[in-house]
């Protein structure tokens, strides 16, 4: 895509995301009177014409691929409020997936307003999702929501979000994982004393740990595993 192409999807983009309404059991976008179509066009701009026609699913992944995450944030809110009036489970999990999709796109674009944005998306998701939606969306989507309040410095509530993940864990390394994320939210925002006090409470869990990155994670608190095992 020739540069001038470039600038004007992303200013369309981020133009988009400032009308981004995160909570919204509805559309994520507010368009107005814009036509959704002409906006697909102004997005998908390839250097290949062929390439034009394909999904939009896919061309926000293509997006993504290429370091724009914020063409890609928006193509996956597009796709979401195209799919709005199917009907079924399956297509209530696919819109939350997308809605995921979304704000991890924005997460990976790393601009304090856009990880501003993504928190609604994520809160909207969790508010919405169905009693019988997978596990494993539910984890991701509150560790990126722990993600994205740590970032912004809410080192409480990104800890409460680290801990509700862990429920939802696949495993006990993952559950271990987002154990230590969480105490190193609070040493960074609360401190030490409150970091250290998570760790032995959550101590029988910790131990059975196996991944060495996460026990690699622990260095800063070493002195809790001889604390937890005295006790």
Do not use: C
Not at 99 to 106: E, I, K, P, T, V
Not at 149 to 178: C, H, I, K, M, Y
Not at 215 to 231: H, K, T
Request: charged fraction near 25%; charge should be negative.
């Amino acid at each position: 895509m020739e540069f001038g192409a470039r600038v004007r999807v992303l200013a369309l983009a981020q133009s988009l995301i400032t009308t981004l309404q995160g909570d919204s059991p509805g559309a994520l976008l507010d368009l107005g009177d814009e036509d959704p179509r002409s906006l697909y066009r102004q997005l998908l701009v390839y250097d290949e014409p062929d390439r034009d026609d394909r999904p939009l699913f896919i061309a926000a992944e293509t997006y993504e691929a290429e370091g724009r995450p914020a063409a890609a944030a928006v193509l996956f809110a597009l796709e979401h409020d195209r799919r709005l009036n199917a009907e079924g489970p399956l297509e209530r999990t696919a819109r939350a997936a997308l809605r995921f999709r979304l704000a991890a796109a924005l997460w990976r674009d790393g601009g304090r307003l856009f990880i501003q944005q993504a928190i609604p998306v994520l809160e909207g998701i969790l508010q919405h999702l169905d009693d019988d939606s997978p596990a494993n969306l539910r984890f991701h989507v509150l560790e990126h929501l722990g993600y994205n309040r740590a970032a912004l410095g809410q080192s409480r509530e990104a800890a409460e979000a680290f801990l509700r993940a862990e429920r939802w864990a696949p495993n006990g390394d993952t559950r271990g994982a987002v154990i230590v994320l969480a105490a190193e939210a609070l040493d960074h925002g609360v401190g030490q004393h409150a970091a250290e006090h998570l760790l032995r409470s959550r101590w029988q869990v910790l131990k059975d740990v196996q991944d060495v990155q996460v026990l690699g994670r622990w260095l800063p608190f070493l002195s809790i595993q001889s604390d937890a095992e005295e006790e």
